[in-house]
């Protein structure tokens, strides 16, 4: 999955509002896991993936990645 807010939308809850969202809509369509790779220093989607109830854990070939899964 991917989810991008513009630098002036940011820190204002769209982002979690969008989240919730697609989440929803992934169980409504069967989605079983949501997986999102992102930058190990990305703090705004740390804090967001934690938030929602994200797993967090290292890319196993790349250790500036992080692999966030929710299984819904």
Known sequence: MALTIADEWQRKGLGKLLMQHLITSAKQY???????????DN?????LAN?????????PQDAHQIVYSLTL
């Open 30 to 40: 069967g989605v079983r896991v949501l997986y999102s790779s992102e930058l190990a």
């Open 51 to 59: 938030e929602v109830g994200m797993s967090a854990s290292r890319d």
């Open 43 to 47: 703090a705004m989607m740390r804090d």
